[in-house]
């Protein structure tokens, strides 16, 4: 009897542990949106979530990583110039759950990388959502600026 019992206590006191604990919260999502300035004519990255057409302010669902870029400007007078470089995108990992107690979610990341003449930055702002003039980068070829480049329309 008393073998019994303590296997019961056993059993209810594992059952309380592992049904006790609360799920772990969801990673949050990172985002990337993209603005630039008239001296732009071309971008590029190996970012998989950057369509190949890009629309200025749109917020592109984009895994965590780093990504090489570049970009090439000109001034309208015949001089050209260009950028190149990497970038870090990085989540927000959700909470670990407790006892009867659910983990937080991790809050999302809204990343914008601003290309202008002068060179790139990039900034996060965990509540980018503002109504902005867009416009977009499309794909041409241009043996001029050597290669597969893009073209503001």
């Known amino acids: 009897m008393k ?6 206590m056993g059993i209810l006191l594992s059952s309380v542990l592992f049904l006790g604990c609360g799920q772990d919260g969801e990673d ?3 985002y ?19 369509p190949s057409t890009i629309h200025e302010y749109t917020d592109y669902e984009v895994a965590p990583g780093t ?5 090439y400007c ?3 007078l015949g001089n050209y110039w260009g ?7 990085t989540i927000n990992k959700g909470e670990k759950g407790g006892f009867l107690v659910d983990g937080e979610d991790g809050e999302d990341n ?3 990388m601003t290309l202008s003449g002068s060179g790139p930055s990039m900034s996060l702002n965990k509540s980018i959502k ?9 794909p041409v070829k241009n043996l001029a600026l050597l290669g597969f480049l893009w073209k503001k329309v």
């Open 28 to 30: 949050g999502k990172a």
């Open 110 to 112: 809204y990343f914008r």
């Open 74 to 76: 000109s001034d309208g």
């Open 32 to 50: 990337l949106s993209f603005t630039w300035d008239w001296y732009v004519d071309s971008y590029t990255d190996n970012n998989p979530g950057v």
């Open 3 to 8: 073998i019994l019992v303590t296997l019961f």
């Open 130 to 138: 503002i109504s902005e003039k867009k416009s977009s980068l499309t």
């Open 67 to 71: 990504y090489y870029y570049e970009y």
């Open 83 to 89: 950028y190149e470089g990497t970038y870090k995108i």
